[in-house]
């Protein structure tokens, strides 16, 4: 929201490794890149593309207003899926089901930002339609590709990636491992193996000569040198040049780089237990990341022990074939590219494809299972994220049951199973992608679809009739629709023992979700004071399951039930407890209609300030999230809340609060709707006017005006370096500024 977006990076992992030379590299693709709006990293497999192109993104983010985003396109199988990976990228959702494309076509006009598709080899015609269409959706739109072949398109500008300078024999000398980039590296990845490793006189030869083999190629040496703590320098040229003679025979000019790597591979998986070569042939059936319960689940059995599974996964981290990350608080492993496809290739050698590929389905249709159970309950907001982890293989094992023979019934039962994902997370037409392709791979029609539909169907029924009532006539409504007398059918009555935690959490979920759009119904058909009470009990049941996502709905339809009677304090009231929940901001749709109606209860309330400044912020979150579903695209808004707030401020005072609003960050947003935002008050005579700015945020301004770097700054205050950056992006977006230079004058002249 606000000014958070200007000038970021989004989607880029935390680099666990130094980025070690290709300055020369960087410089040349930045230029590309700012004077052509298509740029295509080519080269082999392992020669750094990703890293480049994620590096120089970071690099040019300040150029780009709206921001640099990440892409990953290595997990997914189906071209179908490209523009869907775009819309996750940018955080945009589909709730309506329109061809994911045209949502961004719709989001990117008018906008300045950097897409870096990256890993597009495998998807050839689908990144090249995607980036085609995507560019011509708007002047500011540039992308950065990463593929082994061109995209071929026209204006495409294509950098090859070379490998990293080696030093011949006569280049050697007391500073060759400062001036070339592969002795850096492997001293550098050595060094985090064995504390202490350099590269001197007395190995230089050795370490430039394996560089040397190894083509330079940055991942090649990167699996080598993880070697040295068990062989030494020495040792590690004599078996890797045994095996490198074996594979080329002999003439190393016959090996073009994509055998040099596989040479390289091959020598590590040599090396490894037979129990790590089998546990790395299974894992790679996982297309993203995944932890130690998933990796027993796919690799366990026929002779391997979960005990044996563990033991492998810490040798292949120790190895580097796996990378182990942190995520929140959780260890989590993936493979990279290129060594998930070697071991997708020992996985067929051995005849175990399909076999892996089906306990990989059984593992993550069990996952689904449960996260539906634990859904309607206080788990809610950890289920969302634990989904939004495994979302690509999620997709590899859907992708495995329609396109398998006799597996569509399976695939049908799973994506119907994820109904809440597809529906809470605005991603309704993913869902329903999935649904018609396992019914026309073969599945029947059964009753987890059509509980899935149904959900579908009544949460897009009741935002867009939410959204109606309140952009319909002025409230209260005296005359009543057209349709009001139509009989509205009775609830289904809630299960027994509904307050209790025996019944099945589905069952009192669509109960509950059953009341909220009979509710909303009658508040549609001008019948709101009979839709409180459903609204109530629907509320006060989610409350006693901790349950947030349905709760949301029925607090914001019993507000709007209020505020179609007039009774504009309650519908404040019951919007702001909507917005108490941590769901709630949490999810930006979420956050988006809650505020909406609380703009609206402030508005006819006479509170129009602040309904202008509620109405901006709204509207920035449905532009960053792809446009509010409910209304038709390039319609504007026009609704008895924004009519009553312009009459009282008029235009140019409307203008300015809206303004206000729609830079505000979704915490001061929060914070200002329940009326906790507070203007920090002027210090002590002599210090710095700095009101717009938080504690630390004049605490970083004034280390920027004393001229430290960020790094330095980083260091004072005892944080990192990234979130010093952060901070000072946040300062110069909320202060309008573009250089620091601006910032640091503007300190000074306060502190006078």
Not at 166 to 180: I, N, V
Not at 481 to 507: C, H, I, K, N, Q
Not at 619 to 642: F, K, L, M, N
Request: proline residues 6%; positive net charge.
């Amino acid at each position: 929201m606000g000014g958070s977006l200007s000038r970021r990076t989004s989607g880029f992992p935390a680099e666990l490794t130094s980025f070690v030379g290709r300055r020369d590299e960087s410089a040349d693709v930045r230029r590309l890149v700012a004077e052509g709006r298509l740029v295509t990293l080519t080269g082999p497999g392992g020669v750094g593309k990703t890293r480049l192109a994620s590096h120089v993104a970071k690099q040019t983010a300040r150029t780009f207003p709206d921001g640099v985003w990440l892409v990953p396109l290595a997990a997914l199988a189906d071209e179908a899926f490209v523009p869907h990976a775009v819309t996750d990228a940018l955080g945009v959702r589909n709730e309506t089901g329109r061809p994911p494309l045209d949502v961004l076509v719709e989001h990117l006009r008018g906008r300045a930002l950097l897409l870096v598709l990256d890993n597009c080899e495998h998807l050839p015609g689908s990144c090249a339609r995607v980036a085609r269409t995507l560019l011509a959706a708007g002047d500011g739109v540039r992308i950065l590709a990463t593929s082994r072949h061109r995209l071929g398109l026209a204006g495409e500008r294509l950098y090859e990636v070379p490998p990293l300078p080696t030093p011949e024999p006569a280049e050697l000398g007391a500073s060759a491992a400062e001036h070339f980039p592969a002795l850096r590296l492997f001293a550098d990845r050595a060094a985090a193996v064995l504390p202490g490793f350099t590269v001197d006189e007395g190995n230089q030869h050795a370490v430039a000569r394996l560089c040397r083999r190894l083509d330079g190629l940055p991942l090649a040496i990167e699996l080598a040198a993880v070697r040295v703590r068990a062989l030494g320098v020495d040792r590690l040229v004599e078996r890797l040049d045994d095996r490198y003679q074996l594979l080329t025979g002999g003439d190393p000019a016959s090996a073009p780089r994509h055998r040099t790597l596989r040479a390289a591979v091959d020598w590590s998986h040599d090396l490894c237990a037979p129990h790590e070569q089998l546990v790395w042939a299974r894992l790679s059936v996982f297309v993203g990341g995944f932890d130690l319960a998933a990796a027993e689940a796919v690799c366990a059995g026929e002779g391997l022990g979960a005990t044996a599974v563990r033991d492998a996964v810490a040798g292949l981290v120790d190895k580097s074939v796996l990378i182990r990350e942190e995520r929140d608080g959780q260890a989590r492993y993936r493979l990279l590219v290129s060594l998930r496809h070697y071991g997708l290739e020992k996985l067929a050698d051995i005849g175990e494809a399909t076999t892996a590929r089906r306990r990989h389905r059984d593992h993550f249709a069990r996952l689904a299972a449960a996260c539906e159970q634990a859904w309607f309950g206080p788990d809610q907001v950890a289920v969302t994220d634990r989904l939004r982890l495994d979302r690509d293989d999620f997709r590899a094992a859907l992708d495995f049951c329609v396109t398998t023979p006799g597996e569509a019934q399976q695939g049908l039962r799973t994506a119907a199973t994820l109904w809440f994902h597809w529906v809470a997370g605005g991603a309704w037409g993913e869902g329903r992608h999935w649904l018609d392709r396992a019914l026309r791979a073969g599945a029947r029609p059964e009753a987890a679809l059509t509980r899935a539909m149904w959900a579908g169907a009544l949460m897009s029924l009741v935002h867009t009739r939410s959204t109606a009532v309140l952009a319909g006539a002025d409230p209260p409504h005296g005359v009543p629709p057209a349709d009001a007398e139509l009989p509205v059918p009775a609830p289904p009555p809630m299960p027994p023992d509904v307050y209790g935690t025996g019944r099945p959490a589905t069952t009192v979920g669509f109960a509950v979700l059953t009341r909220v759009e009979l509710a909303c119904t009658l508040v549609s058909r001008g019948r709101a004071r009979e839709a409180t009470a459903l609204c109530a009990e629907a509320a006060a049941v989610c409350e006693a399951h901790g349950e947030q996502w349905a709760r949301a709905w029925a607090l914001r339809t019993l507000g709007l039930a209020h505020w179609s009677l007039g009774e504009y304090d309650r519908a404040a009231e019951h919007a702001r407890a909507c917005l108490r929940l941590p769901y709630t901001g949490h999810r930006r749709q979420s956050l988006a209609r809650t505020l909406d109606l609380l703009s609206a209860a402030e508005a006819l309330a006479g509170h129009a300030e602040r309904a202008a400044v509620l109405r901006g912020a709204v509207d920035r979150i449905w532009h960053d999230i792809g446009g509010d579903p409910a209304r038709p695209q390039g319609t504007a808004p026009s609704c008895p809340a924004e009519r009553h707030a312009r009459r009282a401020l008029g235009d140019q005072g409307y203008e300015r609060a809206h303004r206000r609003g729609g830079a505000l960050s979704r915490d001061d947003v929060i914070a200002y709707a329940l009326g906790t935002l507070r203007r920090r008050a002027a210090g002590p005579a002599g210090a710095p006017d700095t009101r717009p700015l938080t504690r630390r945020e004049a605490e970083v301004a004034a280390l920027v005006a004393r001229g430290l770097t960020n790094r330095r700054i980083a260091e004072t205050l005892v944080i990192s370096q990234r979130t010093a950056e952060g901070h000072v992006e946040r300062i110069l977006v909320k202060l309008g500024f573009s250089r620091r230079s601006q910032l640091a004058a503007w300190f000074t002249a306060r502190s006078g």
